[in-house]
T-cell receptor
Framework: GAVVSQHPSWVICKSGTSVKIECRSL??????MFWYRQFPKQSLMLMAT?????????EQGVEKDKFLINHASLTLSTLTVTSAHPEDSSFYIC???????????FGSGTRLTVV | GENVEQHPSTLSVQEGDSAVIKCTYS??????FPWYKQELGKRPQLIID?????GEKKDQRIAVTLNKTAKHFSLHITETQPEDSAVYFC?????????????FGTGTRLTIIP
């Protein structure tokens, strides 16, 4: 149980275009989702916290106009990388809290390559 | 905000020996400390976790200890096997109703030498 499905698993896009990444909770309602970015050989860095029905909370240094997060339902959160540039190439992973201190579940990640 | 430091960044251990990875955290309010194993290009996988009301937890070859006073926690892997080779991350969060933001350590690349 508690599965988060993330798509696409990998994407290659041209510089200047936008890319949307989806995370769906399959068998539970995810009130809160987290979006992480992981550069090669580095840790997972939290980008933003996404709450259903409200605006996302972004971490310091993350451009909210560049990384658009939408959490319109209890089962779907999306991250759109707008006007992507090569430096945005990274591994993006979503995570959902299971609530009441039951830990977290992670999506399978999206490898974004901007050329 | 929370800051989690992790050491060592790389660790090589002979197969069958033990491996220890240590983390420190800054926010005394943190009360949930998971450890994740991540293989290249994959999602982090929870291997063990501990809450602040417990000092030690063990699951077969894996154990975690927590010292709340010193704000540090450690992962212990005994009888290491080649399949234990991976990157390990510690993390910390303040588990409450609502925002349970998880902060990760910098990671340890563990290599088991056959």
């Amino acid at each position: 149980g508690a599965v988060v499905s993330q798509h696409p698993s990998w994407v290659i896009c041209k510089s200047g275009t936008s890319v949307k990444i989806e995370c769906r909770s399959l068998d539970f309602q995810a009130t809160t989702m987290f979006w992480y970015r992981q550069f090669p050989k580095q840790s997972l860095m939290l980008m933003a916290t996404s709450n259903e029905g409200s605006k996302a909370t972004y971490e310091q240094g993350v451009e909210k106009d560049k990384f658009l997060i939408n959490h319109a339902s209890l089962t779907l959160s999306t991250l759109t990388v707008t006007s992507a540039h090569p430096e945005d190439s990274s591994f993006y992973i979503c995570s959902a809290t299971l609530g009441q201190g039951r830990g977290y579940t992670f999506g399978s990640g999206t490898r974004l390559t901007v050329v | 905000g929370e800051n989690v430091e992790q050491h060592p960044s790389t660790l090589s251990v002979q197969e069958g020996d033990s491996a220890v990875i240590k983390c420190t955290y800054s926010d005394s309010a943190s009360n949930y400390f998971p450890w994740y194993k991540q293989e290249l290009g994959k999602r982090p996988q929870l291997i063990i976790d501990i809450r602040s009301n417990v000092g030690e937890k063990k699951d077969q070859r894996i154990a975690v200890t927590l010292n709340k006073t010193a704000k540090h926690f450690s992962l212990h892997i005994t009888e290491t096997q080649p399949e234990d080779s991976a990157v390990y991350f510690c993390a910390a969060s303040i588990s409450n109703f609502g925002n349970e933001k998880l902060t990760f350590g910098t990671g340890t690349r563990l290599t088991i030498i056959p």
